[in-house]
């Protein structure tokens, strides 16, 4: 009698916990000295772009940025409309029960609200 053995891998998805966080970031905006400064501010958008998130013992870190466009009334004689791009950093560290490095981490951030 012959017996054939195999050896596959097997890989099993868990989900070890979910938490919701509120992150404020703040960060300066510097107007390049080509455009008018800023009398009021119109419109805010914002997207959030993660470059790095990490699971560690206990915890999880990410890093990212959050892309901001902001519309605003310029500060000269014909107060007109101009626009202006920009960037803030931000890193936040997350204490999670449950995780151990090399796991796998899945996240869903978004812009609620801008303030300037």
Do not use: H
Not at 82 to 87: A, E, G, I, Y
């Amino acid at each position: 009698m012959q017996v054939d053995m195999a050896k596959e891998s097997l890989c099993i998805n868990k989900i070890v916990g979910q938490k919701t966080e509120k992150l404020m970031v703040e960060g300066d905006m510097i107007v390049p000295d080509v455009k008018p400064d800023i009398l009021n501010t119109i419109s805010t958008t914002g997207n959030v772009c993660i470059y790095k998130k990490e699971v560690l013992e206990g915890k999880i870190r990410i890093d990212g940025e959050v892309q901001v466009y902001v519309i605003y009334l310029a500060d000269n004689e014909n107060e007109e409309t101009r626009s202006l791009n920009t960037s803030i950093d931000f890193t936040q560290i997350i204490d999670f029960e449950n995780c151990n490095s090399g796991m796998s981490l899945e996240e869903s951030v978004w812009v609620r609200k801008l303030r300037m």
